[in-house]
């Protein structure tokens, strides 16, 4: 079973540049979420999701975008990259249900440098 | 609010010894609790959840957690640790009905010794 897939493992910027982290789940979860992840301070929620076509902010969602236009897929953009934003990035789907307690899948992560 | 406090950043111990990771947490409402496990250059693995039934929990890999209301707590244990169990562990909280909003940690990193 494949999961949570997130492509690139690893990418370096360029301050002011763009870019797309990408994430696939392949278990039909309605909830996916961003979360970025740096030394000292666990993860953070950056967007997420409760299904498609439908977004919502967490807990530090300046300078990123989400968009959730299938079940499938939860892409993260960063508008103009800025070395606050290094950072390992995570991607995670639950299943639906209120009060569900179901786990977080969580991807291997996206480990991002901005120069 | 909902929040959660690790009280130590690094723990060292001996292959064969115990383990014991601390957990407190504060939420005004019936919270879910999860530990989860980070190995190098992986994602979070879920080891264990609290949500409401049986205060002691079992899960993966021989680890265990207690949920003590009247402590707010909830440590995670082990009573023999593996080399393999070297990696970062996060305490985690739910409020109930809220799939999408956890509250993690700033995790524990677990170092096992010969």
């Known amino acids: 079973n494949a999961g949570v897939t997130q492509t690139p493992k690893f990418q370096v910027l360029k301050t002011g540049q763009s870019m797309t982290l990408q994430c696939a789940q392949d278990?039909?979860?309605?909830?996916m979420s961003w979360y970025r992840q740096d030394p000292g301070m666990g993860l953070r929620l950056i967007h997420y999701?409760?299904?498609?076509?439908?977004?919502d902010q967490g807990e530090v969602p300046n300078g990123y975008n989400v968009s959730r236009s299938t079940t499938e897929d939860f892409p993260l953009r960063l508008l103009s990259a800025a070395p606050s934003q290094t950072s390992v990035y995570f991607c995670?789907?639950?299943?639906?249900?209120?009060?569900?307690?179901?786990?977080?899948?969580f991807g291997d992560g996206t480990r991002l440098s901005i120069l | 609010a909902q929040s959660v406090t690790q009280l130590d950043s690094h723990v060292s111990v001996s292959e064969g010894t115990p383990v014991l990771l601390r957990c407190n947490y504060s939420s005004s409402y019936s919270p879910s609790l999860f530990w989860y496990v980070q190995h190098p250059n992986k994602g979070l693995q879920l080891l264990l959840k609290?949500?409401?039934?049986?205060?002691l929990v079992k899960g993966i890999n021989g680890f265990e957690a207690e949920f003590k209301k009247s402590e707010t707590s909830f440590h995670l244990t082990k009573p023999s640790a593996h080399m393999s169990d070297a990696a970062e562990y996060f305490c985690?909280?739910?409020?109930?009905?809220?799939?999408?909003?956890?509250?993690f940690g700033t995790g524990t990193r677990l170092q096992v010794t010969l």
């Open positions: 995670a789907s639950s299943s639906s249900g209120v009060g569900s307690n179901q786990p977080q899948h």
């Open positions: 278990m039909n979860h309605e909830y």
């Open positions: 985690v909280v739910r409020l109930t009905g809220t799939a999408s909003k956890l509250t």
């Open positions: 609290y949500t409401s039934a049986a205060t």
């Open positions: 999701s409760v299904g498609a076509g439908i977004t």
